[in-house]
């Protein structure tokens, strides 16, 4: 069995990815206790004594807010984390897949679906860093695959964390009969983790590169709550849905992601369902609002 290094599994994706995987797989998941990442010394000294194949790195400060509020912190794990896994992957022959985000594109002004090939510019610390890192990491590791992933969501899980996220923000209003307000103009593709999760196996195949990975999608965030709520059966979203014209004045805040280099690269292998289909399949089976 191929041997895999997977750093954050005890995170949000990290832990979906042990329980996918780990039959499949001979999975390695240090804690974070026992290989930090912003340690160069103890990563080296990690991966030589363990000789994985590939190297799913998934470990972050994935807090937005908690980054702009800490940059040191966040450059130490966010980048100088990548840096250390990239260079153990490229001087030990190892394959390095690594998570950033649909944050690198904050700062656009572009509207539609963006490709992986428009300039950028993140205005904030999380998605300055990430940016950084791609480039650092491509440039000490070349066959590198870093992937663009997007806002993820799925049910809490027994032993396994869960963000804030889009679906479990709904069950809550419901819940607690409290409205959600959302903005209008914004823009950003909402990912089933379970979508992200599966098809990492894939991405071990990809050449070197920055690759869009979630799902595209053409509605704004409150629409896509809005016909979210419209599919599971019976809830009306009108008293529970409220819409914010004013968010983002200057420019629409789009982060939307077209996933077409990475379906080409993988033969059509990687091929993410939209925004829209991949809730619709959740709301099927059971969707948050059973949680
Ligand atoms: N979740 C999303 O919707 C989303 C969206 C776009 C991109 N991403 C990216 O996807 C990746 C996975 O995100 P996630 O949501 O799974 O993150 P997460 O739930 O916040 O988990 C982060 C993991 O990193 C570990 N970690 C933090 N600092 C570490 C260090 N110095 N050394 C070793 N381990 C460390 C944490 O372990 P401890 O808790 O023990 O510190 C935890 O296991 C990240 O790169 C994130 O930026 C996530």
Known sequence: MQKILVTGASGFVGSRFVERWRNEYTVLAPSHAEMDITDAVSVERYVLENSPQVI???AALSNTWYCEQHPDESYSVNVIGVCNLASAASRNGIKF?????????????????????????????????????????LEICPTAVALRASWMYDNERPGMPTHAN?????????????PLILPV??????????????FLP???????????YGAPNDKDTYETACCYC???VGLQSGPLLHPDYERYPVHERNLSMLPDKIFRASGGTI??????DGLRIFAEIGGSVHM
């Open 166 to 178: 889009f679906v479990i923000n709904i069950a809550k209003a419901i819940k607690e009969r409290a």
């Open 97 to 137: 897949v690594f998570f950033s985000s649909d944050q690198v594109y904050n700062g656009n002004c572009e509207s539609g679906l963006l490709a992986e090939d428009i300039a950028v510019s993140p205005e904030n610390v999380y998605g300055r860093h990430k940016l950084e890192a791609e480039q650092r990491a």
């Open 271 to 276: 091929c993410f369902s939209t925004t829209m």
């Open 202 to 212: 894939a991405t071990f195949n990809l050449a070197g590169g920055v690759y869009n």
């Open 185 to 198: 103009r914004e823009y950003r593709g909402i990912t089933w983790v379970r979508e992200a999760v599966e």
């Open 56 to 58: 799913v790195h998934l």
């Open 230 to 232: 419209e599919m599971l």
